[in-house]
Structures are given as structure tokens and as C-alpha cells.
């Protein structure tokens, strides 16, 4: 995908670059690819999973001005034991930055049995006045600090508050160009996930999405909390399961009874909604894991405090971490300007054929500033 940027297509590209970073890829014979599909050329198939393509905002949000609500409540939490296990994939069926498996132990901790919700966000909203990144305007002269030199300022009409939704196309696409499903819509945001005219009435119990790391890190610091590791978030995923490719167990996640909500019949332009939502499903609306948590595989991505990089768990030394909070800063050699936090456990999007990330092991990442539609996340604390 080229970077020869011109001012229409400014918005449209800084789009893929999150898209890209967010919807996961496979690696294949040493290029990474973002899917298969056998009814496409094979040439249409390879791509660059994460091209070097811009973050959306480059607009850091602060949380000096949020003051925790000093609720030091545990309710709505689980908590999760302390222990050992062997972190990373365990079989074939990671991409490479989940290997090599590695020893960790976690220190006990207490998690959100469910991913934040509308209504926990809106009390967040209600009690500090936050704004979102999705809510406010692109900060241009932070956004061309991740461009090429020279690159053009983009129209104003561009230049505003607005967010990715999906939109699922009416036929077979190449799976190399996520254009073809997402959408930049102005006026996108977390009350409004799909756009001005959608709203999140009624869906109080439905997870909060189209929140970026920094926004999720504001609710956090409101709520007396703070994002979990990745290691707590995979440990609490395998939830005291020994090398099991699943929060649930070994069982293929189409077999039995809908364990997730993920995406079933050929992504992105036929789903089938097997497992009976299309989009982001309520919270707790499939079984808990052995730990009582909801929604640890699929429905949204879940922000994690570390930073990303592809390389960290081949550059562990020590015989086991103890409580990691991951690399010291972030590396993502197929986008190296654009530093990444790491998000966990896929979501309404995630197919066999895509991406899998319903793993207890799947990593990916996307830029701090970004939020999407199917991205959203979970607290822990002590
Ligand atoms: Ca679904």
C-alpha cells in the first residue's frame, strides 16, 4: 500500500493504518498476510498486514484533570488467583510474535467480570466531563509527525471529529484493502458507535467501544483502576486451563453451543450470526470462563497496558518474569514510526479464516490514540 499521500486520500489512509493494526494478520512463507480467500486470485491474497500507515488522531489525551471517584467498591469483579503458567502459544496456531512460550507468574488481582459498559462509561462521562479522542478534531500538527515529510495537510472537512465503523460489504472483496469495510464517518464516537444516527440508547449493557488506550486509562484512573497486563489479561483468559488454545478450553469455538461472539460465514460480506450478533453483543451473554469472566474471547478487543513489540517474548532471558508489565517502549517493525499499546481477546469481527484472535495467546496492537468500533476493554485492581 503505497505512502504517496495526497490530501483526499489523507483521512482514508490514516483509516487503514488503524484498521491494519487492529484486525489482525497471519504469517505466511515469511510475508504477512492479512487473510486467504479462495474465491480471490491468489495475488490478491498477500498484503502488507501493517502497512507504514499513520494513526488516526496523534491527539494525546491527558488524564491530569480526572480526580478518581474514590469508589473503592469491588463490585462487578472477579477476582483471579495468583500463579505460574507458560505464557504465549502452544501450539501451531500463533503468529510469531506469540512465541517462544515463556514462564510467568502473576501476583492475585481483582478484574471486571465484564468489559466496561455504555453505563459504566456514561457515569465516568457524567461525573468528569471527559471528551474522547473520537470526539474531538484531529490534531494535524501531531498527525503529520507520523507522515512522510511533505505530506500535504489534509481539508478541513476532513479534519474532524469522527471515527471507523464497520460497514460490511454486499459481496465477496479483496481482503487487502479494509476500505472495503470500514468507513470513516464523521461524528462516530462511543454514544454514537456507528455514527450521528446510532445511538447506544437502551444498551446500557453493552461493552463501550470506539474508546481509545488514553480514554480507557482516564475511565481507569476515575474508577480507583488500572488496565491489566497483557501477562494478567492471558493469564486471566486461560483461567487456571493448562496450554489450552481457548478461554473455554480445546472445543473449536464453531463447535457446540456459541461460545463467543465472533464472526461466522465469509468475512466481511456474509455473516451467518450463528452465535446471534452481528455487531458487539450485551456483556455476559455467553459463558463465563472458569474464572467468571465474560467475554474473554470475541465481542471487543480489550486495551492492555503494555506497550507492543512483535519481538518481546524472543528477547526474554530471565528463567521466569515475575508480574511483567511487558517492553519498555513500543517496536512494530511493519509500522516502526507509530508506537502501539497491545489490545487481547478479538472481537464480533474475528473469523477462522481472518484472524482467530479468540486465542488466549493472540496479540495485537493499535496506537493509543485510536478507537474503534470494535475495540473496547476491562479494569483490574488489587
Ligand atoms: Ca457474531
Keep these: 500500500m503505497s505512502l504517496n499521500i495526497n490530501m483526499n486520500k489523507l483521512i482514508t489512509i490514516c483509516a487503514l493504518g488503524i484498521m491494519a493494526a487492529g484486525l489482525g494478520c497471519k504469517q505466511s512463507g515469511g510475508t504477512t498476510v492479512v487473510?486467504?480467500?479462495?474465491?480471490?486470485?491468489?495475488?490478491?491474497?498477500?498484503?502488507?498486514?501493517?502497512?507504514?500507515?499513520?494513526?488516526?488522531?496523534?491527539?494525546?489525551?491527558?488524564?491530569?484533570?480526572?480526580?478518581?471517584?474514590?469508589?473503592?467498591?469491588?463490585?462487578?469483579?472477579?477476582?483471579?488467583?495468583?500463579?505460574?503458567?507458560?505464557?504465549?502459544?502452544?501450539?501451531?496456531?500463533?503468529?510469531?510474535?506469540?512465541?517462544?512460550?515463556?514462564?510467568?507468574?502473576?501476583d492475585g488481582f481483582y478484574m471486571d467480570a465484564t468489559e466496561v459498559t455504555n453505563g459504566m462509561f456514561s457515569q465516568f462521562v457524567k461525573a468528569t466531563g471527559y471528551v474522547t479522542t473520537a470526539e474531538r478534531t484531529p490534531d494535524w500538527s501531531e498527525l503529520k509527525k507520523q507522515l512522510p515529510p511533505g505530506t500535504p495537510k489534509p481539508a478541513d472537512s476532513l479534519l474532524v471529529a469522527a471515527s471507523l465503523v464497520f460497514t460490511p460489504p454486499a459481496h465477496p472483496v479483496q481482503l487487502n484493502d479494509v476500505s472495503q469495510w470500514w468507513q470513516w464517518v464523521k461524528g462516530a464516537?462511543?454514544?454514537?458507535?456507528?455514527?450521528?444516527?446510532?445511538?447506544?440508547?437502551?444498551?446500557?449493557?453493552?461493552?463501550?467501544?470506539?474508546?481509545?488506550?488514553?480514554?480507557?486509562?482516564?475511565?481507569?484512573?476515575?474508577?480507583?483502576?488500572?488496565?491489566?497486563?497483557?501477562?494478567?489479561?492471558?493469564?486471566?483468559?486461560?483461567?487456571?486451563?493448562?496450554n489450552q488454545p481457548f478461554t473455554w478450553g480445546s472445543e473449536p469455538v464453531e463447535k457446540g453451543q456459541p461460545k463467543a461472539n465472533i464472526w461466522q460465514g465469509h468475512f466481511p460480506d456474509y455473516n451467518t450470526v450463528t452465535?446471534?450478533?452481528?455487531?458487539?453483543?450485551?456483556?455476559?451473554?455467553?459463558?463465563?470462563?472458569?474464572?467468571?469472566?465474560?467475554?474473554?474471547?470475541?465481542?471487543?478487543?480489550?486495551?492492555?497496558?503494555?506497550?507492543?513489540?512483535?519481538?518481546?517474548?524472543?528477547?526474554?532471558?530471565a528463567k521466569k518474569l515475575i508480574n511483567?508489565?511487558?517492553?519498555?517502549?513500543?517496536?512494530?517493525?511493519?509500522?516502526?514510526?507509530?508506537?502501539?499499546?497491545?489490545?487481547?481477546?478479538?472481537?464480533?469481527?474475528?473469523?477462522?479464516?481472518?484472524?482467530?484472535?479468540?486465542?488466549?495467546?493472540?496479540r495485537m496492537k493499535t496506537s493509543p490514540d485510536t478507537g474503534l468500533e470494535h475495540t473496547g476493554f476491562r479494569c483490574v485492581k488489587k
Aim: net charge neutral; charged share 20%; hydrophobic share 35%.
Design 35 to 106: 487473510a486467504k480467500k479462495d474465491s480471490l486470485p491468489a495475488g490478491d491474497t498477500v498484503m502488507s498486514c501493517t502497512s507504514n500507515l499513520p494513526s488516526r488522531f496523534a491527539a494525546k489525551a491527558s488524564t491530569d484533570s480526572i480526580t478518581a471517584s474514590g469508589n473503592s467498591s469491588y463490585a462487578g469483579m472477579v477476582k483471579v488467583p495468583g500463579g505460574d503458567f507458560l505464557m504465549g502459544a502452544a501450539d501451531k496456531a500463533g503468529r510469531p510474535d506469540e512465541y517462544p512460550q515463556h514462564a510467568v507468574h502473576v
Design 189 to 242: 464516537n462511543w454514544k454514537h458507535p456507528q455514527g450521528p444516527g446510532s445511538n447506544i440508547k437502551g444498551k446500557d449493557n453493552f461493552p463501550v467501544v470506539q474508546v481509545s488506550w488514553d480514554d480507557a486509562m482516564a475511565y481507569a484512573k476515575w474508577a480507583g483502576k488500572r488496565l491489566p497486563t497483557e501477562a494478567e489479561w492471558e493469564w486471566a483468559a486461560r483461567a487456571g486451563l493448562t
Design 275 to 317: 452465535d446471534g450478533y452481528a455487531r458487539v453483543a450485551p456483556v455476559q451473554s455467553f459463558a463465563a470462563n472458569a474464572y467468571g469472566l465474560y467475554d474473554m474471547a470475541g465481542n471487543v478487543w480489550e486495551w492492555c497496558s503494555d506497550w507492543y513489540r512483535s519481538d518481546y517474548y524472543a528477547q526474554i532471558n
Design 324 to 362: 511483567p508489565a511487558g517492553p519498555a517502549a513500543s517496536y512494530d517493525p511493519e509500522e516502526p514510526t507509530v508506537p502501539k499499546r497491545v489490545v487481547r481477546g478479538g472481537s464480533f469481527l474475528c473469523h477462522a479464516s481472518y484472524c482467530a484472535s479468540y486465542r488466549v495467546s493472540a
